[in-house]
């Protein structure tokens, strides 16, 4: 018998690595996709290969009885098992099944309304990579005991390791079992697992049914995706290459006729699958029922002149693979000669080759009302099959007219099986009441958000000094070159929060510039830093502040003024950060977490500066709105406390020069390593904090904990000076005069800008326009080079301009290029400079 994986080994050079069973358990196929060309196909998985439902169900159930072995009945019995969507959804089931004692769960690409996000991560190699964690209890992550996460197939560890970092930053426990049908860790990933386990100071076991590896030759992603290209031009992008029948569809019967539809008898009550969990009690009783339904399905499969029983397909869809499996399983039990697969939206490349695993593939419209939008989607090795019968098994909620159409699924099977079933499964609706929300119901919604992210998890500060009200989006590719971010913006195609910047890496010449800014600025920061802490306190006699900083420039202040109040009066004063979006608002489910733990008029919101006053003014206004709204608790204060006020835009600040701070000079090297925040709507759902990247592997640049020690060091030195400047502050007027958006308004109109958000003021935002944005050129105070000396390293590294000028309030102004397109830059990237 010819391995299916020959076709492309003799191609690509692609090699198996293992023992004997390898080949019978995978076969190579190509794909058209950017980050992995070949494709490992699973015989026993039950997605693209047809198989016989007792080897795919029984492969799991196996797996899932070596893992109560390996945990013993009593942690089994508090385990919870993960599948993931859409491959794995049964062969986490049947794990589920074999331990026999946990609920069940699997991630999902559909989101479903009224339900409750309890998490989310992203597989890097996948076609579509969002997972979304729909449980309908709340609470069923949240437990102590092990969680048994369960894929197809284990090779860089990465979509196994990105679930486990997310989750156990929200849900820590002290074991994780993963498990999968193959190991095929290559020889540099095979010590991922066990340093990853001590770096989150947890267990991991790894269970599989065979084990591997795939050897790659140098280019093999560039030939694969030129072998695709190649065959889809001499074939057609949907069909084989060879004389596959899949290739031209012969015509499908009038629509009404292609199908015969059953009613299965589905019992009520019991989840389809295990979208929003799946208890033992459920599996009880889907039991009893499968032996009907079955008796059911087979009816209506034999033909009426049908002289045999037939040659059955029983096809799934998408996720939905374990009723459809359950129920292939019950025929086999009953003695037909069953098959079972499931569809797809993962698009293959089709070789008409016993050497090559997927054979035919037919093309259909997607039928369940995506939420990505409408696409193409797969069922493969079906047509030529030789299959008398199929019957199709989907919910209800993709039994659309999509489905029936004459291009649809349905008429794509009669086209190529002489006669079609149609069972369709209950969708699994959660028990979500209505809602409508009032103000005492603010803390159970609140309640029902996940726990802050702390260090070392979620950020390089100490888990004390700052709780993150965010989510953890650290596997998710975000980052985009500067050029094409700002294009975006400018023309209103994305908004800035929707993506991040490259972090920029600083060169040596940079790193001794900050660190000597460090060195001669850290005295004034504290000074800075004891002021503000102490006004704070002043203005709240007899009551402890709640700092909230927003992220990610007022978290490292946040940090230094709880060091403050530690250091100098004994006081553990609770420090969260919160994300604010320019024209969002700030993050509402932060502050509904804020109110159901706090006292709303006990926060205090902290940032590093303030340039012209965008974000106060965002704040104030986010503020209202949110307690306008029937569920927003009211009380919170929406003045900014900061550091340096050079605008006089608040009244609670440190200091109200424009000067250096260091922590300006850098981005998440000296923010705890964490991105700015990010806020868009495939990510963030109605119930989700905003999300923030860890930036992990840049821990070596990492001077966060740097910058901090410097400046508190010098805490004790500054206490004469500050107390002296607070009870001065306290006395005088300091209410804001918005000098620095009245400089900014006209610097926006004597450049020919027209758009005060593209003019950034102060050496902070400054700095922050060479780092992330495209810069047009910079305006320099005369006589303030002291603290601009990293502003002019950046402008000579990005050939922008300086312009020395008078009177400004501020040390220096960024601009960004206005009406900026593409050509606004140099082949090398560089701004252009102004004629």
Known sequence: MVWTGTWVAERLGVELIGGEELPALLGLALRRNPKRAHLLVSSVLGKHVPQRPSVVYGSGLDLGRRVRELLGDEEAARSVVLGYAETATALGHAVADGLGLAPYLHSTRRPVAGVARAGGFEESH???TSHLLLPEDPKLLAGGGPLVLVDDEFSTGNTVLNTIRALHA???RERYVVVALVDMRSAADLGRLDAFAEEIGARVDLLSAAAGTVRLPEGVLERGQALVAEHERAYGSTGSAGPAPALTPTPAPAPGEVAVRVEIGWPAGVPDGGRHGFAPEHRERLEAALSAMADRIGEALRAPTAAAPPRVLVLGFEELMYAPLRLAAALEDAGHDVRYSTTTRSPVLAVDDPGYAIRTRLVFPAHDDPADGPGERYAYNVAGAGFDAVALVVDSAA????????DGLLAQLAAHVPRVVLAVVPSYTPDVPSYTPTVSEAPERSSMLPEPLRGPSFS??????VGWLLQDLSGVELEAPTEEREEAIQSGGAHYAES???EYQPSARYQELFHSALESSAERIARAVGTVTETVLAERPGR??????LARAGTPVGVLMRRWAQARHGLDLPHYAVSIVRGRGIDANA???????????DVVFVDGWTGKGAITRELAEAIKEFEATSDGPTGFDPEIAVLADPGSCVRTYGTREDFLIPSACLNSTVSGLISRTVLRSDLVGPNDFHGAKFYRELAGADVSGAFLDAVAARFDEVAETVEMDVKELLAADRTPT???????ERISEEYGIHDVNLVKPGVGETTRVLLRRVPWKILAKRGADADLAHVRLLAEQRGVPVEVVDDLPYSCVGLIHPQYTRGATGADGKAVVSQ
């Open 460 to 465: 390089s500060y100490a888990p004390e000094e």
């Open 170 to 172: 929200r849900y820590p």
């Open 500 to 502: 991040l910047p490259v």
């Open 399 to 406: 039994d659309t007219p999509e489905l029936h159409a004459p």
């Open 544 to 549: 402890n502040p709640v700092l909230v900083s």
């Open 126 to 128: 996948s076609h579509a």
């Open 591 to 601: 502050l509904r977490w804020l109110a159901a733990h706090h006292d709303p008029a």
């Open 738 to 744: 918005w000098e620095g958006w009245a400089a900014v």
